[in-house]
């Protein structure tokens, strides 16, 4: 009876092992994101309205600023490839020979953020905006994972989502997007294929011969980002157009300027801690896709169009003091239409 005693009152005493929270687990993804060495098959199903679409993906992942991703389907983007080195973009368009080579470190938050399935590494910003709650456990690529959902605390203008996280590792193995509680996700990007490694060589080797197209500092072909607007501001000697319109919730991430034969391109980039809202204006005068089409494929453009069509963002376009405007990213087209509407340009940015 003595040993019951102890028993019970050591058992009485002791607290019960804690259960993981959802913050946790947000946390956990968010400080192992671009740790893991791996190689791995990524697909993406994507409902627009009754059209469903399929990507697949072949990629090898070494770190965060090097990486490459292969496309193998739909049939008319395969081969396109899409690698990091030393955080520098490439894209190569083997059908036409054509090679973007940015110079410049700026690496790729849209291709992480739209390939990958990445959480903003700024955890207060996703808290302050969404919901956050763990789901039963799943499995994703033989891998045990946390379910973390995220819901928008002001309703569904922007996507709730929600992210399989390996148990192990941290990594996100899965992420699915919906309008509603109620709704099926309208996208669904996950590893068919994962396997870690020790090492990778994510370096693409292209053909002699090809057209390369180099994006270089103060030179013709460009591509800067800055990281403030007063950054961007005092690099063109100038102002930079804003919105007076974003939705609540989104704060400026960055801003990058293209330019492409003699054409500059401003993108702002804005986040809500989990999604996205990219505005782009250039001149109406598209001289440089003239350029494009006429010196190097025809067939480029719709290649470009098949990419962006396979994202999950909605999409608006505009015209406005000889600018043509487009909005896009994870909101509704009217919230994207009245962003792009608030745009004060008194004149074509040069």
Known sequence: MAFLSVAITLLACSSPATAITPEEVAAFAISNQ??????????????????????????????????????????????????????????????????????????SYEAA???FGNITPDLGLLKANYRLEL??????????????????????????????????????????????DN????????????????????????????????????????????RSLADAETAINGKVALPSYVPEGFALHNIQFASFFGTRITLLNYTDGLNWLFISYRPKPNMFVTMMAGALALNLIDKMNQLSFQAPYNYAGAEKADNLIFSYGDLYPEDLKKVGASLSLSVASK
Not at 192 to 208: E, G, H, L, M, W
Request: hydrophobic share 35%; glycine share 6%.
């Open 183 to 226: 709704l099926e996700p309208y996208f669904s990007s996950y590893y068919d294929d994962f396997r870690s490694a020790k090492a990778v060589d994510p370096t693409v080797t292209v053909p002699v011969g090809i057209h390369a197209v180099d994006l270089k500092q103060r030179e013709r072909n460009s591509f800067q980002m800055y």
């Open 34 to 107: 671009g740790k893991q060495i791996f190689t791995g098959k990524r697909i993406h199903r994507l409902m627009r309205q009754d059209l469903a679409l399929t990507a697949t993906m072949k990629i090898s992942y070494q770190d965060p600023s090097n990486y490459r991703v292969v496309v193998s389907e739909p049939s008319g983007l395969a081969g396109v490839n899409l690698w990091m080195e030393e955080n520098r973009a490439r894209v190569f368009f083997p059908a036409e020979g054509l090679l973007f080579r940015n110079d410049n470190p700026t690496g």
């Open 113 to 115: 953020s739209t390939i």
């Open 135 to 180: 789901l039963e456990q799943s499995v994703v690529a033989l891998q045990t994972c946390h379910v973390l959902k995220l819901t928008p605390k002001k309703g569904y203008r922007t996507p709730g989502h929600s992210f399989s996280i390996s148990k192990e590792s941290g990594q996100i193995l899965k992420e699915e997007r919906t309008w509603g």
